[in-house]
Nanobody
Framework: QVQLVESGGGLVQAGGSLRLSCAAS????????MGWFRQAPGKKREFVAA????????YYADSVKGRFTISRDNAKNTVHLQMNSLNPEDTAVYYC???????????????WGQGTQVTVSS
């Protein structure tokens, strides 16, 4: 069992940056790949970024490639999403998730956090 709690969301102007964090608990955390997804009002949940359990493999959605960076610190049971050059299209609730294998597909993830709101003003 893995419990996930996101933090770091907020309101930022276009062009600004935010760093999301996800604190994980559960003794098997280190064996899980981690992902970030987001869901805007009226839209389906979409993949943002993912990282393998060891951190050696990462995936990004085309829409965030070059602007967002996913990282993890297994010693601290945390995963981060550094978001730079934010634009209003990045406005959404961001969810942290855990899966047994790194994936870009939401259905492959077994555990989810409650989400954190990111709002980018123009």
């Amino acid at each position: 069992q893995v419990q996930l709690v996101e933090s770091g969301g907020g309101l930022v102007q276009a062009g600004g940056s935010l760093r999301l964090s996800c604190a994980a608990s559960g003794r098997t955390y280190r064996s899980y790949a981690m992902g970030w997804f987001r869901q805007a009002p009226g839209k389906k949940r979409e993949f943002v970024a993912a990282i393998s359990w060891g951190g050696g493999t990462t995936y990004y959605a085309d829409s965030v490639k070059g602007r967002f960076t996913i990282s993890r610190d297994n010693a601290k049971n945390t995963v981060h999403l550094q978001m730079n050059s934010l634009n209003p299209e990045d406005t959404a609730v961001y969810y942290c998730s855990a899966a047994t294998g790194v994936s870009t597909k939401a259905e492959q993830y077994d555990y989810w956090g409650q989400g954190t709101q990111v709002t980018v003003s123009s």
